[in-house]
């Protein structure tokens, strides 16, 4: 009787080649690489989203109705328009365009994070940021706190 084969490799010759790119449990071989840049992809269809997001000659067809910001996919201005006009306020006054912002701002002051509140912009965001987190840090910047005496700005609901 013949002893039995050798086991065989758990990998393919092919997927451990030398132009492949191991990215989380997936290979991206030569063929998903940006040819502009030279990022590689998993696949052909995140590819083409890189290329249409970075790369594109034409102008962005998908605009934000609240801010007028331009997008090159629908779905990056439907990320866009979840976040778009919504400030985040602490106690203090100190206003953030996004939760996490606010949530270091609070943990590196010493502030209470369930006293936070969301509020509509009245502005676009980019017209009206007080996000200054890099001021912050240096305690250059004190941000006046929002609902003055005589304010009549938008009314604040509590975040859960």
Excluded: I, W
């Excluded at 132009?19 to 998903?32: N, Y």
């Excluded at 034409?58 to 439907?78: I, N, S, V």
């Excluded at 943990?107 to 009206?128: F, I, K, N, Q, Y």
């Amino acid at each position: 009787p013949r002893p039995p084969a050798p086991p065989t490799p758990a990998e393919p010759a092919a997927a451990t080649s030398p132009g492949a790119l191991k990215v989380g449990r997936k290979r991206c071989g030569p063929s998903h690489t940006c040819s502009r840049c030279y990022k590689r992809y998993p696949n052909g269809h995140l590819l083409s989203k890189h290329v249409r997001r970075v790369h594109s000659s034409t102008p962005p067809a998908h605009r934000c109705a609240k801010c007028d910001k331009a997008f090159h996919l629908a779905e990056d201005r439907a990320a866009h328009l979840k976040m778009c006009g919504k400030q985040y306020l602490c106690a203090c006054g100190f206003r953030g365009r996004q939760m996490p912002t606010l949530k270091r701002h609070c943990l590196h002051m010493g502030h209470d994070v369930s006293a936070v509140t969301t509020v509509a912009a009245a502005a676009p965001p980019e017209a009206d940021r007080t996000d200054f987190s890099a001021d912050e840090a240096d305690g250059a910047e004190e941000q006046s706190p929002v609902g003055a005496p005589g304010d009549s700005g938008p009314q604040a609901e509590s975040v859960d």
